[in-house]
């Protein structure tokens, strides 16, 4: 009987009570296996920033970092959508122009029509929702594939633009609710009691899980592994919003120049509202499980078409939000918003930070992550006075580099039986 009773408890005990060095251990195994994650992304983040910091010091003045979390904004905005498309093993070639209509139809509601803000921003989301809607019912209930969808998209939204700008009008964005989001900053302390906010809200959740996990005899991070995140997002927060209260006029007297942007909290937001949704929502485990088989989700009972009409709706949603933020960082809407590099940028940050091309494997967190590297790209070689041609080559390369460590990665995970 007391046997018994050491052996039902064992187990739990030891789960309950992982060592630090066991946890590294399966990290690295997991990472030999194929799972390396976003691991290449800030490797090549590092990377890239000391290398610029060396070469251009001007890099890491606050200005600098205040430029370039506004800079790529909008690119992110759209990756996070991308995001979800790319999990089913699909593309989205009209995201960026999906972006220049619903920027269009803001600036035709809030400018030229005369309605308030709000009213511009509730038709520009609507439109991308329609858009996404439209490209995902073409996709999943005509069976067309998607690259044939969104290309025929990526010209025909292009034509609307146009239309819309009456063949190349450029309307001005004045609203100062509007220009605000892209180029205003928050007050000092806001951005101090937003990250403490962020803090105690990643603290709460990341002890709450252990604590569960460890009162059910689960397998569980070791607490200094838990504690450890905790403490290293606070300094990471910290950090930046220190660096972001710093003064970056260059005439106080004139104006002041400091805070951290409001674009960042919107993006926060959003990357913690789409991240609870995929991982811990069944509508995201169904979007894994459509990704990595969808025979084998369809006779799980998983609504197949419903899922990949939805991953497109949230895509142009988010192409949309990305469109008002790129409106109002230029303070205007012209034919070449949404166009340009904009989908090549959102399609490479989406996967140079660590979403795969096949399907099934991804985070929001990505998109983020891929964001600020092509960021720093395009950022770093402006300021050693490089030209767009040598910007686009260099971002051209590492995005092939990103892809090339996908499809290695998961021919070594389905070696490995880690697939």
Not at 193 to 207: K, M
Not at 374 to 381: E, H, T
Request: charged share 10%; proline share 3%; hydrophobic share 55%.
């Amino acid at each position: 009987m007391s046997t018994t009773a050491v052996t039902q408890e064992g187990p739990a005990a030891v789960a309950a009570a992982p060592t630090v060095g066991n946890h590294v251990r399966d990290y690295w195994r997991r990472v030999r296996g194929g799972d390396i994650g976003a691991l290449p992304a800030v490797a090549g983040l590092l990377v890239l920033c000391t290398i610029f910091s060396i070469m251009r010091p001007s890099f890491l003045t606050a200005g600098n970092f205040a430029n370039l979390l506004t800079q790529g904004a909008a690119v992110t905005l759209i990756a996070m959508g991308l995001v979800f498309v790319l999990l089913l093993g699909e593309i989205d070639l009209s995201a960026g122009f999906a972006s220049g209509v619903c920027a269009a139809v803001l600036a035709n509601v809030v400018t030229v029509i005369g309605y308030p803000w709000y009213v511009a921003v509730l038709a520009a989301v609507l439109t991308g929702v329609v858009i996404g809607t439209a490209l995902g019912f073409l996709v999943a209930k005509i069976g067309i594939p998607s690259f044939v969808v969104t290309l025929a998209g990526f010209l025909a939204f292009q034509g609307v633009v146009l239309l819309l700008m009456e063949e190349g009008r450029n309307i001005s964005v004045r609203d100062p609710v509007l220009v605000a989001i892209a180029n205003n900053n928050l007050p000092p302390a806001l951005g101090w009691a937003l990250a403490a906010f962020a803090v105690a809200g990643f603290a709460a959740v990341q002890l709450l899980r252990y604590r569960k996990r460890a009162a059910r005899g689960l397998i569980n991070d070791p607490l200094t592994v838990v504690l450890g995140r905790i403490i290293m997002l606070a300094l990471v927060l910290g950090l930046a919003v220190y660096v972001l209260n710093l003064e970056r006029s260059r005439n106080v007297l004139i104006t002041s120049l400091k805070g951290v942007p409001i674009v960042v909290p919107i993006i926060a937001v959003l990357l913690v509202v789409w991240t609870f949704v995929l991982k811990r929502t069944s509508y995201g485990r169904h979007i894994y499980a459509v990704g990595g088989n969808k025979e084998a989700a369809r006779r799980a009972g998983i609504n197949v078409d419903r899922i990949r009409i939805s991953v497109f709706v949230i895509c142009s949603t988010m192409a949309a939000i990305g469109g008002i933020v790129a409106a109002s960082r230029a303070n205007s809407v012209d034919p070449n918003t949404g166009g340009s590099n904009v989908l090549l940028y959102a399609v490479g940050a989406a996967v140079i930070g660590g979403t795969s091309l096949f399907g099934g494997k991804g985070r929001v967190l990505d998109a983020v992550l891929g964001g600020a590297v092509v960021a720093v790209i395009a950022n770093g070689m402006g300021l050693m006075g490089y030209s767009s041609g040598v910007k686009y080559v260099v971002t051209g390369v590492v995005l092939l580099l990103a892809a090339s460590v996908d499809a290695l990665s998961r021919r070594r995970a389905s070696a490995t039986g880690n697939r």
